[in-house]
């Protein structure tokens, strides 16, 4: 299996650009999670989706965040328009359904960075 | 809520030396625990895990034994490498009889090792 598969690996833009992050799960999982780490923070939640739906979206900073999952092999996650402190390494992850099923298979990451 | 504490770092350590990383949680339930490790430029990879007490998770000479009664999930490994150098993130899923809630980290903890 190819794993969770993340792109762009590295993005730099400019303020007040729109940003879109791309991840295709791991085939067969039925849950994907976003995540924000940075230096400060550490590593948040900022989403996650079960069966493409959205199920607790709490973690998602600020209106100018949204994510979606049009299908089970793809999502989107995209800051409009973008600021310095989104500057920061994004990571997808996947996991099967099902109970003691609850290990995540984390993506590579897109690094990004707001000038 | 449920949340996981571990050891502040950075932890240095020479090649050949013991090492021990702290976690200890707070769970209403039963959760499974996890380590994740993080080398760098990467996503983070499951490294191991336990689902009930008195389980011991290992993987490439590292264990971390499921303390009930204690609420703890060490890290240890006897005889540590350069190539372990890396952030390890300690993780607990409390999903009681409701599949897909989210795993909760640690904030990580760096640990560098020297020839």
């Known amino acids: 299996d190819a794993g969770v598969i993340q792109s762009p690996r590295h993005e730099v833009t400019e303020m007040g650009q729109e940003v879109t992050l791309r991840c295709k799960p791991i085939s067969g999982h039925d849950y994907l999670f976003w995540y924000r780490q940075t230096m400060m923070r550490g590593l948040e939640l900022l989403i996650y989706?079960?069966?493409?739906?959205?199920?607790?979206d709490s973690g998602m900073p600020e209106d100018r965040f949204s994510a979606k999952m049009p299908n089970a092999s793809f999502s989107t996650l995209k800051i409009q328009p973008s600021e310095p402190r989104d500057s920061a390494v994004y990571f997808c992850?996947?996991?099967?359904?099902?109970?003691?099923?609850?290990?995540?298979?984390f993506g590579p990451g897109t690094r990004l960075l707001v000038l | 809520g449920d949340s996981v504490t571990q050891m502040e770092g950075p932890v240095t350590l020479s090649e050949e030396a013991f090492l021990t990383i702290n976690c200890t949680y707070t769970a209403t339930g039963y959760p499974s625990l996890f380590w994740y490790v993080q080398y760098p430029g990467e996503g983070l990879q499951l490294l191991l895990k336990?689902?009930?007490?008195?389980d011991k998770g290992s993987n490439k000479g590292f264990e971390a034994t499921y303390r009930k009664e204690t609420t703890s999930f060490h890290l240890e490994k006897g005889s540590v490498q350069v190539s372990d150098s890396a952030v390890y993130f300690c993780?607990?899923?409390?999903?009681?009889?409701?599949?897909?809630?989210?795993?909760?980290f640690g904030k990580g903890t760096t640990l560098s090792v020297s020839s």
């Open positions: 992850a996947s996991r099967e359904k099902g109970l003691q099923q609850e290990t995540q298979y």
């Open positions: 993780a607990l899923s409390d999903e009681g009889n409701q599949a897909g809630t989210a795993l909760i």
């Open positions: 336990a689902t009930k007490a008195d």
């Open positions: 989706f079960n069966n493409n739906v959205p199920i607790d």
